[in-house]
């Protein structure tokens, strides 16, 4: 199994208004609802000069899908790893369209209507076509928030500032323990569209930041035009990644104890090889979300011909730990992902457990 690790999934989903882990993220379903009043006077102007943590989110959320816009997003860590790429994303009705265009590194390009991603790789003239149900959304709300992200987050509004030529509110999220990461954001200040974020470490470095250098609001993107490119697939193979619906219980696997916050969003078996007897040996993936933050879980069969050493792998706010799982399900692999703090995977492999 491979896992792919760009800087940030999040990064480039809170803007896209739907998309990319699994990784990496991500995937990623905890804050609480906020009342009508709060959330009608959050879409229609400036943002209030008090709100929640799930106001504020909700408001972000609500304008990451509510504008047409293009711009260019540039995505930088710490150690210095530089990404960007154009976004275009186009809301018709009850239509979300986005195509997104890499700028550095391979060619690539992925478009994405509501849940439906197709991936066009130029080099190797292959479009990857997959279904996400849970997408990595940034804020990761979902349809029905539940209470619970203010036991996790405190929000503090830190002033005002201007990104991209928009002025913009500016808020920080401190989490409350060690296990998630805090968070600088700049929210556009009449639609709430995040223009610019940071992630921040328990020493209040920044690991990650993320922001449009360029950017246009209702910008006139036909919807249409982009369906249409995205349905060309002329002179390329498609592949189709059919992920099948699975549960935990089901595929053998249990967390002996809950990590904090972090709630289980979905369990999926991915394509079973031609090697694959009866889907014994496909890799199944786990995911967690605490509304902001997201955890992957691959676990797949240990084999000893083509198993890695155990290992840590960082790219920006992006941690990833490898590790053979001990017995009694030593015959097991874990890779496990997520925009959190090394400790925060490390709980979830301690508590990861075979059932059967």
């Not at 690539?108 to 279904?131: D, G, W």
């Not at 006139?220 to 059919?242: F, H, I």
């Not at 219980?249 to 078996?269: C, I, N, T």
Request: one cysteine or more.
């Amino acid at each position: 199994m491979t896992v792919q690790m760009p800087i940030s999934a999040r990064a480039f989903a809170l803007v896209l208004a739907a998309f990319c882990l699994a990784q990496i993220a991500a995937a990623q379903t905890r804050p609480g609802s906020a009342n009508a009043k709060g959330t009608a006077s959050a879409q229609a102007g400036d943002a209030p000069p008090s709100m929640s943590v799930v106001e504020w989110l909700q408001r972000m959320h609500t304008g990451a899908r509510q504008r047409n816009y293009v711009g260019t997003f540039v995505v930088s860590a710490a150690g210095g790893d530089l990404s960007s790429a154009r976004i275009w994303h186009v809301r018709d009705g009850d239509l979300q369209i986005e195509r997104i265009e890499a700028l550095s590194g391979p060619p690539r390009s992925t478009f994405r209507r509501n849940h439906h991603v197709m991936t066009f790789l130029p080099e190797a003239k292959v479009v990857k076509v997959e279904k996400r149900e849970n997408l990595d959304l940034f804020p990761n709300l979902p349809d029905k928030p539940d209470s619970s992200i203010g036991d996790f987050y405190d929000v503090r509004a830190i002033g005002k500032d201007r990104v991209a030529g928009f002025d913009a509110d500016v808020v920080q999220l401190v989490p409350h323990d060690g296990l998630r990461f805090g968070y600088r954001i700049w929210s556009e200040r009449r639609s709430g569209l995040v223009v610019k974020l940071q992630t921040v470490d328990a020493e209040s470095r920044v690991v990650e930041q993320s922001a449009f250098s360029e950017l246009q609001l209702d910008a006139p993107v036909k919807a249409q035009a982009l369906a249409q490119m995205m349905t060309n697939t002329s002179g390329y193979r498609v592949e189709k990644l059919e992920l099948e619906r699975t549960s935990a219980q089901d595929e053998g696997w249990v967390l002996k104890a809950p990590v904090a916050g972090f709630k289980p969003r979905s369990f999926y078996r991915r394509p079973a090889g031609s090697d694959d007897k009866a889907g014994q040996d496909r890799t199944v993936q786990w995911t967690f979300s605490d509304g902001l933050a997201s955890v992957s879980l691959f676990i797949e069969r240990y084999d000893e011909k083509r198993a890695p050493r155990d290992g840590v792998l960082t790219i920006g706010a992006t941690n990833a730990i490898r590790r053979r799982l001990p017995e009694p399900a030593s015959d097991w692999w874990l890779t496990a992902v997520g925009e959190v703090p090394q400790q925060t995977l490390n709980a979830f492999a301690q508590s990861l457990a075979r059932t059967r």
